[in-house]
């Protein structure tokens, strides 16, 4: 009969701290818990100088990820709403992001990240090269991981399967084994550097393991050992599935072989929860990556796209984030989503030397060499993994489900400019005054659940737009869905209302699993706007705005198997494009006219590329450009469009940076993703036969930047706005410019 773990009673200034001691070959370790459970109501935030210092400053110190261990004795919706956000803070129908509250303490924003998985092996198959590349930057990372991924317990290879004794906690073992040894080639060079592994009390009341890279205490893996589903999408109730729709109380624990975690235990819903906004309080991330939990149905089979466990994790994960926000004095958070299953029939992103580098670092996860240089019966990797260690082409790919908008910094009448991104599931805005001033802010618009990935437009009366969806998860588990929603500028450089729902297309939105993608938007010169996005069945679907503000109801616009988030763009002469990606080719839906109806699909004749697009106005003023990658390369094209095609054939930019990910290109500039992480920009309209002469910007960032004729923005992993000024004459790349707090 499983143990349940005493129930730990915590507050916030009073931290209960409870060490574990456990016993393992060759030593003794321990763990300190220091959690705190959610409290009841959300303090205000203040608007803080979350933006980059001048390059003459020293950079901050990073604090620590996580206490360290205390040594013990003896071893080592369809309709609008108009109204007042519902989930906007009580009692404050003035307040506006320009409108910061007072008195909030001042949040560490030093970067940290966390990772948060269903299985072993999710994050190297579906995250990497990011791991890789923040573990170089030596920004510290956690990564979480919520079931033991035991599978069936046959660690062997299939044709060896028939064979093998099942033997779930030892699989689960090797399972382990074979992370901290890619994690530790990836941090160190080598697979046996040594982790210090203790046990450490949950927030739920169960316990969990936490491993230190002792060579590199900055990464920390934490193991859950929640049982998995054990299939991708067969019904399967004792899972994270079932205990989310309740068709199970509590999910009980599945311990590895070797773990120091000496008891079983149980979790509810709400103690899942609990545990995951627990290790967030430890950790203190500015930074999560999680996986996505609205991958979509195949509309033939109607099973979901990616594996129940990765989906159903990510809504916990959803619900801890929606928890830990209420939390006071905890460093802004930032959101990152990584499609799953979906990316096999894809075409691939990475170039070969990324891809090589990602698929090394699987192969020593699934200890294809079979030496047993970590000592344990259990075996040193995952053997399942070993006979196809690329996954279904996994490894020559990373993409992003949801955050590859360009179009999210606006300039106003003024000559000013504004920029919107999400933290803490929030619309955060900066601001830049015209007089060539620093970037201020970020102030947060009242109401949670905003997903990430928001998309800016100007409006013809000098006001300025801001789109995106959000995540609604009152109701229990038959209330989660997702929905358009808007807010716009009260007036021309004031404050942004409150926040409008837009409803969502889909007819049955727990089916569709509110597989809805970001919206693109384009805007006449008469002030009607057309809001298109991807419904649940892989084509376009819009919703138009009229000049008296009413919007009119969903309607097709087509298409078939479209993938990822549509991008518009408005030429000089007020027609409006929309572009959308299929595996082979890119689609259209052009206005003939300005005002005209979107008409389309037309093919473009383009090549497959690698999905994420990007639209802007063409110099020329006649059409648009589009920009996008070359598969399995991340070279970068581009395209002008006058009408339903092309008026040429695609141009392909030589002397490419890699990477991956949309390509902004602003007036002049050009902003990407380079191969190493950093953000890359150049000058465009004045390349030479070696192509653009590209300069590198050393950190990391979430998202897409966005190029623009001032320069370029990006968001830190560290939530800060890091912005690459253009001056006349000077290309773009000579530093991170100045900001001020609001």
């Known amino acids: 009969m499983p143990v349940r773990p005493r129930r730990l009673s915590l507050s916030r200034r009073g931290v209960v701290s409870t060490a574990v001691t456990a016993v393992l070959v060759g030593g003794t370790f321990a763990g300190l818990l220091s959690v705190t459970g959610a409290p009841k109501t959300a303090a205000a935030q203040s608007a803080t100088p979350d933006v980059t210092v001048p390059a003459t400053r020293a950079p901050a110190t990073p604090r620590a990820t996580a206490p360290s261990p205390v040594p013990m004795a003896d071893g080592p919706d369809s309709q609008d709403r108009d109204s007042r956000d519902p989930a906007a803070p009580p009692g404050e129908p003035g307040r506006t992001p320009y409108s910061p509250a007072s008195g909030a303490p001042r949040a560490n924003s030093a970067a940290s990240v966390m990772q948060i998985v269903a299985h072993p092996d999710d994050d190297l198959f579906f995250m990497n090269p990011d791991i890789s590349q923040t573990i170089r930057s030596g920004t510290p990372l956690a990564a979480v991981y919520l079931t033991a991924g035991e599978s069936d317990g046959v660690n062997a290879r299939p044709r060896d399967a028939a064979a093998a004794k099942a033997d779930k906690a030892g699989y689960a073992e090797a399972r382990q084994n074979g992370i901290r040894a890619a994690y530790s080639e990836m941090a160190t060079g080598s697979r046996t550097s040594p982790w210090d592994r203790v046990a450490i009390p949950t927030a739920g009341g169960g316990l969990a393991e936490l491993d230190t890279l002792r060579a590199d205490p900055k990464v920390t893996l934490v193991w859950l050992q929640i049982r998995e589903a054990g299939s991708t999408n067969h019904y399967r109730p004792h899972s994270l599935n079932g205990l989310w729709h309740g068709l199970i109380d509590t999910l009980e624990s599945q311990r590895s072989s070797g773990t120091p975690v000496a008891a079983d235990f149980r979790y509810t819903k709400d103690e899942v929860v609990a545990t995951i906004a627990g290790l967030l309080d430890r950790f203190r991330p500015t930074f999560v990556r999680m996986q996505d939990p609205s991958p979509g149905t195949d509309p033939k089979t109607g099973k979901i796209r990616d594996h129940q466990d990765h989906l159903y994790g990510a809504r916990f994960t959803q619900a801890a984030l929606a928890r830990y926000a209420e939390l006071p004095g905890r460093p802004r958070i930032g959101v990152q989503n990584y499609l799953g299953y979906p990316t096999s029939v894809l075409p691939h992103t990475l170039d ?45 790919t990373v993409r992003y489900a949801r955050g590859t908008s360009t179009s999210w910094v606006q300039p106003d009448r003024a000559g000013g400019l504004h920029a919107f991104s999400v933290l803490d599931g929030q619309l955060a805005a900066w601001r830049k005054p015209a007089d060539g001033g620093a970037w201020r802010g970020p102030t947060l618009l009242p109401g949670g659940g905003m997903d990430s990935g928001v998309t800016s437009v100007s409006l013809p009366d000098g006001r300025i737009a801001v789109y995106g969806t959000r995540t609604l998860l009152a109701g229990g588990p038959a209330g989660y869905r997702r929905e358009v929603v808007t807010t716009e500028q009260t007036a021309p450089g004031a404050a942004f209302g409150p926040w409008r729902s837009l409803g969502t297309p889909e007819r049955n939105d727990a089916a569709g699993t509110s597989d809805i993608s970001a919206p693109a938007v384009t805007v006449g010169a008469d002030g009607r706007a057309t809001l298109v996005l991807r419904d649940s069945l892989r084509r376009l679907t819009a919703r138009e705005q009229r000049t008296d503000g009413v919007w009119g109801p969903w309607r097709v616009l087509g298409g078939v198997e479209v993938v990822g988030d549509p991008v518009a763009a408005t030429d000089g002469k007020g027609r409006g494009y929309v572009f959308a990606s299929t595996a082979q080719t890119v689609l259209v839906w052009a206005q003939h006219v300005p005002g005209g109806p979107l008409t389309g699909p037309a093919l473009t004749a383009l090549p497959p590329t690698t999905l994420a697009l990007s639209a802007t106005p063409a110099p020329n003023g006649d059409g648009v450009r589009l920009w996008f990658r070359k598969p399995a390369s991340g070279d970068l094209r581009s395209a002008d469009f006058s009408g339903a095609g092309p008026v040429s054939p695609f141009t392909e930019l030589p002397g490419g940076v890699a990477g991956f990910g949309p390509v902004s290109g602003g007036d002049g500039l050009l902003a990407v993703r380079s191969r190493t992480g950093f953000l890359a920009t150049a000058p465009h309209g004045r390349t030479g036969a070696a192509g653009p002469a590209w300069k590198l910007e050393k950190f990391l960032f979430a998202g897409a930047p966005d190029a623009g004729t001032d320069g370029v923005a990006a968001i830190g992993l560290d939530g800060r706005l890091h912005w690459t000024p253009a001056e006349r004459g000077v290309p773009a790349g000579r530093g991170v410019a100045t900001a001020a707090a609001e």
């Open 352 to 396: 070969p030397e990324t891809a090589g580098a990602k698929l090394k670092t699987l192969k020593t996860y699934a200890w294809l060499d079979g030496v047993n240089d970590c000592g344990t019966p259990a075996g040193c990797g995952d053997l399942k993994v070993a006979a196809r260690p690329a996954g279904r082409g996994w490894t020559a």
